[in-house]
């Protein structure tokens, strides 16, 4: 039972590099999530999707795109990665949308970016 | 604009005592309210929810009370054991609406 699987787990990427992680979930969910973990912040939602082709913006997007490939898969990619993008990324998946929506999340054992 | 935030950075209790943890929120839309729990290197997991139209819900040794008037919650933890020694986010959103707002955390540590 995988549930939410992220990778990498690790990375380190130097200013101005981009990369994608990436995250799928094995419990046919409708709805993804990507947070971030930031020291004294919480968890913040960068982007969501509520069902497979769409994607909204959170409460903090600048600086990073998703795509909702399928059902299963939700990536998030830094074009050009900032020191302050260094952070500790969680996915996170629901299995009800819109007006059935409890915030109840699954989440991913998360993914530590550095960038220098 | 923090709308929802546990001002208690850090929580320590003796084993088989009560553990509160406390949570504010400001934005009166909310309406449904939610504490997870993290361990190091983990992922958070769902503890626990109560929604509005509710002042209490309990599940085992974990209850949330919802104050509404003072948009105030807490989780009791009793009796509190080594395994609940974690970091607890609270977090709010409208029912319904798919942006979960979390708090800072609270980390509490449970003295054998």
């Known amino acids: 039972n995988a549930g939410v699987t992220q990778t990498p787990k690790f990375q380190v990427l130097k200013t101005g590099q981009s990369m994608t992680l990436q995250c799928a979930q094995d419990?046919?969910?409708?709805?993804m999530y990507w947070y971030r973990q930031d020291p004294g912040m919480g968890l913040r939602l960068i982007y969501y999707?509520?069902?497979?082709?769409?994607?909204d913006k959170g409460e903090v997007p600048n600086g990073y795109n998703v795509s909702r490939l399928n059902k299963r898969e939700f990536s998030l990619r830094l074009e050009s990665a900032a020191p302050s993008q260094t952070s500790v990324y969680f996915c996170?998946?629901?299995?009800?949308?819109?007006?059935?929506?409890?915030?109840?999340?699954?989440f991913g054992e998360g993914s530590r970016l550095t960038v220098l | 604009d923090q709308q929802v935030k546990q001002n208690s950075p850090s929580l320590s209790v003796q084993e088989g005592r009560i553990s509160i943890l406390n949570c504010d929120y400001t934005?009166?839309?909310?309406?449904?309210f939610l504490w997870y729990k993290k361990y190091p290197a983990e992922g958070p997991t769902f503890l626990i929810s109560?929604?509005?139209?509710?002042d209490k819900n309990e599940d085992g040794r974990f209850t949330v009370f919802l104050n509404k008037s003072a948009k105030h919650l807490s989780l009791h933890i009793v009796p509190s054991q080594p395994g609940d020694s974690a970091v607890y986010f609270c977090?709010?959103?409208?029912?319904?609406?798919?942006?979960?707002?979390f708090g800072t955390g609270t980390r509490l540590t449970i003295i054998p």
């Open positions: 934005n009166s839309m909310f309406d449904y």
């Open positions: 999707s509520a069902s497979e082709g769409t994607t």
């Open positions: 977090a709010a959103s409208n029912f319904g609406n798919e942006k979960l707002t």
């Open positions: 109560i929604s509005s139209i509710k």
């Open positions: 996170a998946s629901s299995p009800t949308s819109g007006s059935a929506n409890t915030g109840e999340l699954f």
């Open positions: 419990m046919n969910h409708n709805s």
